[in-house]
């Protein structure tokens, strides 16, 4: 299986800083049909996920700009442009490049 | 809109079964791949089982955890997928989401139900 290794584990930010996870990959995630099937999710406390990002970069509708995605083959990043209070929760990558599909361990971003 | 509507969660004790059922609606659900992935208490998210659509011949895979154990379903005449738990383990406590798998990855998403396993 496909593992995907998240760091930092925790991320301590204030309101304004911009921050960034990394998604590593055990192997390239770029699929034969020429797509990366690359996502990140948020959790917040006590919700269930919610959708961010799509095929590495594309956001979800209604997500806030200061959200991007960027990355290739094994090595993924999500940037917060100026975090703001209700960043805070789980943020995971998950893969469905390859079957069966993987997440990411998770990112907790707290706010100072 | 896509709403997902899972039920069924509960306290059962070890060895003993529940199932578990996802009401969909908002989109063509005969159509879409099904997932059900959980989410142990303070843990990470982890994939349990798929079925595939007509086409493909309702294929089911499970992850390794609860293979042989975990059975899941679907009734694309009511838009619902199933999960049945047989022989239960404490290790299997956890929130339960039901979601299509979509180009978009999991676009969508329930609130979920609780399984708790103890005696």
């Known amino acids: 299986d496909v593992v995907l290794t998240q760091t930092p584990p925790t991320l301590l930010a204030t309101i304004g800083q911009s921050v960034s996870i990394s998604c590593r990959s055990s192997?390239?995630?770029?699929?034969?049909?020429?797509?990366?099937?690359l996502n990140w999710l948020l959790q917040r406390t006590g919700q269930s996920p919610q959708p961010l990002i799509y095929?590495?970069?594309k956001l979800e509708s209604g997500v806030p700009n200061r959200f991007s995605g960027s990355g290739s083959g094994t090595d993924f990043t999500l940037k917060i442009s100026g975090v703001e209070a209700e960043d805070l929760g789980v943020y995971y990558c998950m893969q469905f490049t390859h079957y069966p599909l993987t997440f990411g361990s998770g990112t907790k971003l707290e706010i100072k | 809109a896509v709403q997902l509507v899972e039920s069924g969660g509960g306290l059962v004790q070890p060895k003993e079964s529940l199932k578990i059922s996802c009401a969909a609606s908002g989109f063509t659900f005969s159509n879409a791949a099904m997932y059900w992935v959980r989410q142990a208490p303070g843990k990470g998210l982890e994939w349990v089982a798929r079925?595939?659509?007509?086409?493909?011949?309702?294929?089911?895979y499970y992850a390794d955890s609860v293979k042989g154990r975990f059975t899941i379903s679907r009734d694309d005449s009511k838009s619902m997928v199933y999960l049945q738990m047989d022989n239960l383990k404490t290790e299997d406590t956890a929130m339960y989401y039901c979601t299509p798998i979509t180009t978009r990855g999991f676009a969508y998403w329930g609130q979920g139900t609780l399984v708790t396993v103890s005696s």
């Open positions: 095929l590495v970069s």
């Open positions: 079925i595939r659509t007509k086409p493909n011949n309702y294929a089911t």
């Open positions: 192997q390239s995630l770029l699929h034969s049909n020429g797509n990366t099937y």
